[in-house]
């Protein structure tokens, strides 16, 4: 589907990383990365969207790295990238770059109860390690910010309200006291009552007129 290598080609992978790795006596960095609520894509747009956007994130993760680096997808919405060859500092600022570029491009999809997302965890990687540990403490780092972000995202709505939010904006105008209905409601008969008393009381002035014309 997305053109990447699956799980058992990867691993053939690593571990061919791993034998260079003690050859050289180099190290490198590998990146576990994670779909959040990717079944909502399928249940709501359908598989043949949620194919596309596998392939995307394979697209993306494959052209941001080196053409000696790894990618592969080794689950149904997992992917492993192997950056070869790298430092702790080079290698996660690297993966965090990934991260970003592949999070921004993915923000656009909007679904109802989530927001389709990737989690990244990575660790590094030297001469003594085997493949299934590696792959391991990757998939510990993955979710361990998978369910930080979880927990800074339940503060936050914690915080600011959540869906309280709201009903706090309906009740910034607060409702009419009976007095003031009262008001309201009367304000035609005390228009009409005073356009009453104007015509049967005159103004002074006027009264002066009709005097004045009386006497004439």
């Excluded at 571990?15 to 990146?31: I, N, P, S």
């Excluded at 915080?159 to 409702?175: L, Y």
Aim: hydrophobic share 40%; with cysteine; charged share 25%.
């Amino acid at each position: 589907l997305t053109g990447l290598l699956n799980r058992r080609g990867f691993m053939t992978e690593l571990e061919r990383a791993l034998v260079l790795a003690r050859r050289h006596r180099d190290r490198g960095l590998l990146v576990y990365v994670d779909l959040d609520d990717f079944k909502l894509v399928n249940d709501q747009r359908g598989h043949a969207v949620g194919d596309l956007l596998l392939c995307q994130v394979g697209r993306m993760l494959r052209q941001n790295v080196r053409t000696s680096d790894v990618v592969a997808r080794i689950g149904g919405d997992e992917f492993a990238v192997i950056l070869q060859r790298t430092t702790l500092t080079g290698g996660q600022r690297r993966a965090r770059a990934l991260e970003r570029q592949v999070n921004n491009a993915m923000a656009t999809w909007r679904l109802r109860g989530g927001q389709v997302g990737a989690s990244f965890g990575f660790c590094l990687f030297c001469a003594d390690d085997a493949a299934e540990a590696v792959l391991a403490r990757a998939d510990a780092a993955m979710y361990a910010r998978k369910r930080s972000a979880k927990r800074a995202t339940t503060r936050h709505s914690a915080e600011t309200g959540g869906a309280v939010a709201p009903k706090t904006e309906q009740r910034e105008r607060p409702p009419l006291g009976w007095r003031a209905l009262l008001h309201l409601a009367a304000r035609p008969f005390l228009a009409a009552r005073r356009m009453l008393r104007s015509s049967l009381n005159p103004a002074p002035d006027a009264l002066l007129t009709c005097g004045r014309d009386c006497r004439s």
